[in-house]
Nanobody, 130 residues
Framework: QVQLVESGGGSVQDGRSLRLSCTVS????????MAWFRQAPGKKRDGVAV????????YYSNSAKGRFTISQDSAKKTVYLQMDSLKPEDTGMYYC???????????????????????WGQGTQVTVSS
């Protein structure tokens, strides 16, 4: 059974940083896509960043480029999202997700689409105040 557990959310002021973590268990494959998504109240779930676990390929949303960094620790089976220069519009529930084995994403639009992902964590709240 695949499980994703997020941590690291919280409340910070505009311009500060947070680092989210997502630890995966029960996933039997070495290379697969993992992503972070954000969902604000009343809005759809948007892709933030994607990494191909076990490799170095990454994708970012336009709003995340230059401020957020997705990374991995293969030994710990953990993916991180370092969020710097946070803005109030970054507020939302952040979800970690993993794609099914064998899936290939040829571009950022595909990789950042939440419907492409099979496994989801419970989410961690990020609130940025001005």
């Amino acid at each position: 059974q695949v499980q994703l557990v997020e941590s690291g959310g919280g409340s910070v002021q505009d311009g500060r940083s947070l680092r989210l973590s997502c630890t995966v268990s029960g996933y039997p494959y070495r290379a697969y896509y993992m992503a972070w998504f954000r969902q604000a109240p009343g809005k759809k779930r948007d892709g933030v960043a994607v990494i191909r676990f076990g490799e170095s390929a990454t994708y970012y949303s336009n709003s995340a480029k230059g401020r957020f960094t997705i990374s991995q620790d293969s030994a710990k089976k953990t993916v991180y999202l370092q969020m710097d220069s946070l803005k109030p519009e970054d507020t939302g529930m952040y979800y970690c997700a993993a794609a099914a084995p064998g899936v290939y994403f040829p571009n950022a639009d595909t990789a950042l689409n939440p419907f492409r992902y099979t496994y989801w964590g419970q989410g961690t709240q990020v609130t940025v105040s001005s």
